[in-house]
């Protein structure tokens, strides 16, 4: 009698550890699919599922990136007006003539 109890017991307790054991199985593989599933939608490059919300991913252009001549206002600089000074050394000639020739 008492050995029967004992079993009966030992196979409740067993059935209680197995259903435990699976419970908490079925929990960890739960909680990784709903892990899995965050960084899968989080990321938009790799949102592959939502196709009812699909985000147009293309890298826009303007209209003007293909164009040959640009910026070319912007990066000219003005020219000052020729001024003539009678000192030959502060000359604009002597200073491109220094530039050219000596340095």
């Not at 419970?23 to 009812?52: A, C, D, T, V």
Request: proline share 2%; with cysteine; aromatic share 8%.
């Amino acid at each position: 009698m008492v050995k029967e109890q004992l079993r009966n017991y030992e196979i409740e307790t067993s059935e209680r550890n197995w259903k435990k054991e699976s419970g908490e199985m079925e929990k960890r593989q739960e909680e990784e699919r709903i892990r899995m599933e965050n960084i899968l939608s989080g990321n938009p490059l790799l949102n592959y599922s939502s196709q009812s919300g699909r985000v147009d991913m293309k890298v826009r252009r303007r209209w003007d990136d293909d164009v040959v001549f640009k910026n070319c206002a912007r990066s000219e600089p003005k020219k000052k007006h020729d001024v003539f000074i009678n000192d030959s050394l502060r000359s604009e000639f002597h200073r491109k003539f220094m530039e050219k020739y000596v340095k």
